[in-house]
């Protein structure tokens, strides 16, 4: 019997086992597939040549988080690299906005779109040298941060504090408008906004814009050396050293709960394996309170709250084995890791209205990956390891394009769809599709098959908008990892923070499992699972 069984061997289900390891707990990690990583994974199935990240590739967020730093993933072999530009948006015309590690260069870049553009990005940056080690200790930590928001407002002083967060709230439209005159600026922020699920219009897409472009100007858009799979493998090895276990196709059908505490779980394969102090779940809440916990052990509240929980946008991958660098006719764009492509802030809304309507998008916004530029390793010299994914309804009424899309997503449909993101790409590299040599196709049941986080394609473990983050995620609520069960911890990225590989829902879980074995935090921990109860 072990002291914590973690179901799910995800980056956030490994950082949790990680830091209960740390404090002498004895850990095992339940994972349904046959390799660990849960979205974190790289292989040569593609090409024997070149290494493809399945799912997540870049990683500011773990980049910049404290968790990750904590674990000093380099004594495990983990290598990061950076392409020469961290991103670019590339137009029709020609022209690119470029998003550089050197604030100087990407004031330089947006200066020739419009005067002025390039103060207003040093603007910025100056808000985010003042504002950014709070606003991150606010993001990372379980709620409420309060250390961290009383130190941002003694730092901001005065109406400075107002004003930021006025600025957070923003949709991404209004805050590139205030801003900037020119596109590119605009086009940078709505861009890295639509990482998630948070179009022009909506509340705060401003200031998630403006946090993951401070991120990337900051600490840039790494990649593991080798493909995400390193990541992953740094994860397991340090908690192979102390003691933990890692037990993949072992998939966990039941959380055993009795007298209102979870005292193990049950595997497909029947077997019953207990736990001494805690059962921590890197699964999304759907999964964890829909199916593996018994509904007479839920709240109704909870059963109601869970009946509006909101998925993010499903996604539709498409990978590359290409014969050379691709032929962008903004010659800029060929130095960046990450590129978008879209025509516009308008075009933008415009492919955010359709998913709303249920429809397919024809003119799809895809955020595209040159893993070789950023990571040589990825393919042979002179070519390159490339992805691009774009977003779609989770349901589908019917298809804004000419190939009456349904969602089947059967081999025909599959194959269409990749077409209509192959011409996007086209349009800005002519001849781009002469470089192809193989392709692969992620639709969304194949992304849930090969990882069941990933709901219908849903990649952040629910909507990144306001009305899910915070005291609010994954229901209303405390906004901790707590459950209605004594000793059972959510850690996925349905639980705050949400999305990205940074690894603060299973620290998180983590601290709360360690928290309820320490006399002084047991009043907090208690009041927190009352609460998740009545809510």
Request: hydrophobic fraction near 40%; charged fraction near 20%.
């Amino acid at each position: 019997m072990s002291d914590a069984v973690v179901i799910g061997a995800g980056p956030n289900g490994l950082v949790a086992a990680n830091i209960l390891a740390d404090h002498g707990w004895s850990v095992e990690v339940l994972e349904a597939q046959d390799t660990p990583g849960g979205a974190v994974r790289s292989d040569r199935g593609l090409h024997p040549d070149y290494v493809h990240d399945l799912f997540s590739s870049f990683y500011p967020l773990a980049a910049a988080s404290p968790v990750i730093a904590g674990l000093r993933l380099d004594r495990e072999g983990l290598r990061w690299s950076h392409a020469p530009r961290v991103l670019a948006h590339p137009l029709p015309d020609g022209r690119c906005a470029v998003l550089d590690r050197d604030r100087e260069v990407t004031a330089d870049a947006l200066e020739t779109f419009a005067e002025g553009d390039g103060q207003s990005w040093k603007d910025l940056c100056a808000i985010w040298d003042r504002a950014g080690d709070d606003l991150l200790g606010a993001v990372f930590t379980t709620m409420p941060p309060v250390r961290s928001l009383v130190a941002l407002a003694l730092r901001m002083r005065g109406g400075g504090t107002l004003r930021l967060a006025r600025s957070m709230l923003l949709p991404v439209r209004r805050f590139g408008e205030e801003e900037f005159s020119g596109e590119a600026g605009r086009l940078l922020l709505a861009g890295t906004a639509l990482h998630a699920d948070l179009g022009p219009e909506s509340a705060a897409s401003g200031g998630f814009g403006w946090l993951m472009t401070m991120l990337g100007q900051e600490y840039g858009f790494p990649v593991p050396v080798g493909g995400a799979g390193a990541l992953t493998g740094a994860l397991v090895r340090r908690l192979e050293r102390r003691s933990g276990t890692v037990r993949c196709g072992a998939r966990v059908t039941e959380v055993v709960v009795r007298g209102g505490t979870a005292l193990g779980v049950r595997t497909a394969d029947g077997d019953a394996i207990r736990a001494r102090r805690a059962v921590l779940a890197d699964v999304s809440a759907p999964a964890l309170y829909g199916r593996l916990i018994a509904a007479e052990h839920l709240p109704q509240r909870l059963h109601a709250d869970m009946r509006r929980f909101q998925w993010d946008f499903a996604t539709f991958k498409v990978d590359w084995a290409l014969d050379g660098p691709i032929p962008w006719k903004a010659g800029e764009a060929a130095g960046a890791g990450t590129v978008h492509l879209a025509d516009s802030v308008d075009d933008l809304t415009r492919f955010a209205a359709q998913i709303a309507m249920r429809l397919v998008p024809d003119r799809p916004f895809l955020l595209l990956g040159q893993m070789t530029t950023a990571d040589p390793t990825r393919s042979p010299a002179g070519t390159e390891s490339a992805w691009a994914y774009t977003h779609l309804p989770r349901e589908i009424r019917d298809d804004a394009g000419d190939d009456h899309l349904t969602g089947a997503w059967d081999r025909a449909e599959r194959e269409a769809m990749a077409d209509r993101v192959e011409q996007q790409v086209e349009r800005y590299a002519p001849g781009f599709r002469d470089r192809v040599m193989n392709r692969r196709i992620l639709a969304p049941p194949t992304l849930q098959a090969t990882d069941a986080n990933l709901d219908g394609g849903a990649i952040n473990g629910g909507t990144t908008n306001l009305h899910q983050q915070a005291f609010f995620r994954p229901v209303p609520g405390t906004g901790r990892p707590e459950t209605p069960i004594h000793g059972l911890f959510l850690a996925s990225s349905s639980a705050h923070p949400g999305g990205g590989v940074h690894g603060a829902p299973g620290a998180n879980a983590a601290r709360a499992a360690l928290g309820t074995h320490r006399p002084l935090a047991r009043t907090a921990t208690a009041l927190a699972r009352v609460l998740t109860r009545r809510g």
